[in-house]
């Protein structure tokens, strides 16, 4: 449950009602959570369109539909209100947001795997696509891609010419990475 002060549900009804639109209501989710890229989206939403996947917390004007997918990253987050001068600031605080950095007696597939969501994944995601790590065997990182990389006939030079380096060189225990992905089944390749 994310503590949303009195000033901040004020502020935020009346936004709500400057719409002018019936059944309106806010939702929030997290874009790339636990990592460095992780961002909090707060938008408006129409009680009927949303399904199961949000928890529903009553705030009396409106309700605030949050995402279950991404409630761990909501522990001890607060929204607030604050008057500054004759404007105001609404303001978002979610510590665990964007996770934190393994530390270097991690276990290494734990480690590498945030390398890839912390490092890689960004850059993936300019393209509609993102890898994950589904593997480390001796010496040998697998990785597998999804969204626009899937599929994708640069996936091979992404692979080999830009992640290989960057995660042996993070990485004195892996020397190769391996795609372990059927690109047969990539819905909307970038190339």
Do not use: W
């Amino acid at each position: 449950m994310i503590k949303v002060t009195e000033s901040a549900i004020e502020f935020l009804a009346g936004v709500i009602n400057e719409q002018d639109i019936d059944n309106l209501h806010l939702k929030v989710d997290v874009q790339n959570p636990g990592t460095p890229a992780a961002d909090c989206h707060l938008g408006f939403c129409e009680a009927d369109e949303m399904d199961d996947s949000y928890d529903i917390q009553d705030l009396g004007p409106f309700n605030l539909y949050v995402a279950k997918a991404d409630e761990a990253y909501f522990e001890e987050a607060e929204i607030d209100y604050e008057i500054q001068g004759a404007s105001g600031q609404l303001n978002i605080k979610a510590p665990k947001l964007k996770g934190q950095e393994p530390d270097e007696g991690a276990p290494l597939f734990e480690r590498v795997s945030y390398f890839i969501d912390a490092t890689i994944n960004p850059m993936l995601a300019s393209h509609g696509g993102h890898a994950r790590l589904t593997a480390i065997e001796a010496d040998k990182a697998y990785i597998e891609f999804g969204g626009g990389c899937q599929g994708c006939g640069m996936a091979k030079q992404t692979l080999s010419q830009g992640m290989q380096s960057q995660i042996t060189n993070a990485f004195a225990e892996i020397n190769q990475v391996l795609d372990a992905t059927d690109h047969a089944l990539g819905e909307n390749p970038y190339y």
